[in-house]
């Protein structure tokens, strides 16, 4: 299933779950006073499917962490039958993009031959580069866990590392 048609189950109380998870976890954060302000109110909104949900999240860390304004546009918009490595260069095409990022693991599945066709320059982000800085608190980063560990452990600073 595509990430757009996966429907929330609202039956069960994954809401409650979640929350106190990330509470547990992350309540003696130095920045967990962000997931109160920004991320908390979007779990009182209801939500019909996954992607809407991850949208809001991604969009209230954009705008509100890292102080950018970036409209997401959602790829079921795009007209295309092209799938895999292909869907993505007719992706990056449409935005006229001559760039894209990849994480370490698309190694293991992207057809680079597609992009360098396509004259896009495919490059692998190593997130190996936050443990080399000397990030605050002594904070190690783990690319194996969500965005919010980094973002509730590292005040809003963190700028400097996304340019």
Partial sequence: KKI???KIDNS???KKKHLDTIKNIY???INFQFFLEY???IYSKNYEYLADFNIDLIQSILKNYFKKNI???RQKNIITNEKGS???VEICKYFGANFYISGKGGKNYLDEDSFLLNNINLQYLDYNFLNEKKLK???IFKPELSALDLILNIK???DDYIK
């Fill in 4 to 6: 757009c048609e996966v």
């Fill in 12 to 14: 069960k109380n994954w």
């Fill in 27 to 29: 309540s003696k954060k």
């Fill in 39 to 41: 991320l908390l109110p």
């Fill in 71 to 73: 409209k997401i546009y």
């Fill in 86 to 88: 292909k869907l993505i």
């Fill in 137 to 139: 608190n002594n904070y």
């Fill in 156 to 158: 809003h600073d963190f």
